[in-house]
C-alpha cells in the first residue's frame, strides 16, 4: 500500500517498503516466438516459493523491446493476478516517448500494479533537462510509486554522470526509488550517499563490499536479470535485515561465486548476451524462463551450454536447488545442454 501524492507532500522512500533481492523477470517465449502465459505464470509461483521480496515485469530482461503494446498489458495483468499482493509487482513502461511510456503506466495503474519503473528513452540521448521532462512527465500520469532506473549500457545516458542530475529526480513528487546500473561502482556509491535518506536505492550490493555500504552508508537491495541466484542472495537480505554479518559474508560469497562467472563488470554476459545467457542458464536447471525472442538468438553451441552447466554446478546452485526439491523447479529436473539446442540467458547482478 502507498499514499498518493498531494501538493506539498510528496512520495518518498516511507511511503513504500520496497528492498532485498527482486527479479527482473524474463518474460518466456514459445520456440516458435508467441507469448507463453502458462510457463509465465509457472515463473511468477517459481518467485513466490523462492520467497523474493519483490519482481520487476517488462524491464530489459523481459525483453519489452520485441513485445507488442498488447502484450506488454498482458505480461502486466498476468503478473497482477498471480503474484496476488505476495510481494511488490514493479512495471517496466520504458519507452522512446512520454505518450508511449504514460498509455503503459496508466494500465498497469488500473490492473493493480505495486509502481511502476522507466530508463530514459533509449536511443535518444537525452540531455539533463530532458530527462527531468520525462520522469515528470511520466511519474506524474499515474498515482504510482515510480522508480527511476539509470541503465546507461542500455540507452547511452549515464544519469549518474551528470552532477546533480539524480537528486533533481529523487525530488519529483512519485519518485521512490531509483536503481542505479551505472558500471562504476564509485558512481553508484554516490547515488546512494546522495538520496538514500530520500528514496530507496536498488544498486550492486550482493557481495562483501555491498554488505559493508548496505550496513553503513545506506542501500536497499539488488534487481537481478532473471534471478537464478535467488538460493543465495534472498537469505543474503533476510541475514542483512537480521543484522547477521557473519551469515550475510557466506552468503554473498556464494552468490559472487556463481554472478562473477556469468556476468562481466559492464553486465555483458561471459557466454553470450545477456539475456540468451540467462534463458540458457534457467532451461539448464529446469526453470521456466522460455526461448529468446529476435532479434536476440539462442544460445546453442554445446560448448557454450557445458560452459554455463559447469558455472552452475561449481558455484553449487544446481546443488542448493536439488536441496530445495519442487520448490526450486517449476518445469522439471535439472537438464542436460543435450537437451536444451535452442536455449536462451543469464546476467546476473541488478539488471532489469
Keep these: 500500500m502507498f499514499l498518493a501524492p498531494t501538493p506539498g507532500n510528496p512520495m518518498d522512500r516511507d511511503d513504500v517498503t520496497w528492498h532485498g533481492y527482486w ?105 539533463p533537462e530532458e530527462i527531468v521532462a520525462f520522469y515528470d512527465r511520466v511519474g506524474s500520469a499515474t498515482d504510482l510509486p515510480f522508480m527511476v532506473y539509470n541503465w546507461p549500457r542500455g540507452v547511452a545516458v549515464d544519469i549518474s554522470a551528470h552532477p546533480g542530475l539524480t537528486e533533481r529526480l529523487a525530488d519529483l513528487d512519485n519518485v521512490v526509488a531509483i536503481k542505479d546500473s551505472t558500471g562504476d561502482w564509485l558512481r553508484m556509491l554516490g547515488t546512494v550517499e546522495a538520496v538514500c535518506d530520500r528514496v530507496r536505492v536498488f544498486g550492486s550490493f550482493l557481495h562483501r563490499r555491498g554488505l559493508a555500504v548496505l550496513l553503513g552508508l545506506g542501500g536497499d537491495g539488488n534487481i537481478d536479470g532473471g534471478g537464478v541466484g535467488a538460493p543465495f542472495a534472498v537469505p543474503y537480505y533476510e541475514a542483512v535485515a537480521a543484522g547477521d554479518r557473519e551469515s550475510a559474508r557466506a552468503w554473498a560469497d556464494r552468490y559472487a561465486g556463481l554472478s562473477g562467472r556469468l556476468v562481466a563488470p559492464d553486465y555483458s554476459g561471459v557466454h553470450g548476451s545477456p539475456i540468451a545467457q540467462l534463458k540458457a542458464a534457467m532451461s539448464l536447471l529446469g526453470q521456466p524462463g522460455g526461448h529468446v525472442r529476435p532479434p536476440l538468438l539462442p544460445v546453442s553451441d554445446p560448448g557454450t551450454l557445458r560452459a554455463i552447466r559447469t558455472v552452475l554446478e561449481e558455484s553449487g546452485l544446481v546443488a542448493a536447488l536439488e536441496e530445495s526439491g519442487p520448490v526450486a523447479r517449476e518445469s522439471g529436473p535439472v537438464a542436460s545442454e543435450a537437451a536444451t539446442p535452442d536455449a536462451g540467458a543469464g546476467r546476473e547482478e541488478t539488471r532489469a
Design 23 to 127: 527479479p527482473a523477470a524474463p518474460t518466456p517465449f514459445t520456440a516458435d516466438g508467441a507469448l507463453d502465459e502458462g510457463a509465465w505464470r509457472a515463473l511468477l509461483r517459481l518467485y513466490a516459493a523462492q520467497g523474493v521480496h519483490g519482481v520487476l515485469v517488462n524491464g530489459s530482461t523481459g525483453e519489452w523491446f520485441s513485445q507488442t503494446p498488447a502484450e506488454r498489458r498482458r505480461v502486466t495483468e498476468i503478473a497482477v493476478r498471480e503474484v496476488a499482493g505476495r510481494f511488490p509487482v514493479v512495471v517496466g513502461v520504458t519507452a522512446y516517448t512520454p505518450g508511449e511510456a504514460i498509455d503503459l503506466a496508466r494500465h498497469a495503474a488500473e490492473t493493480g500494479a505495486d509502481g511502476l519503473l522507466a530508463t530514459p528513452p533509449p536511443y535518444v540521448h537525452p540531455g
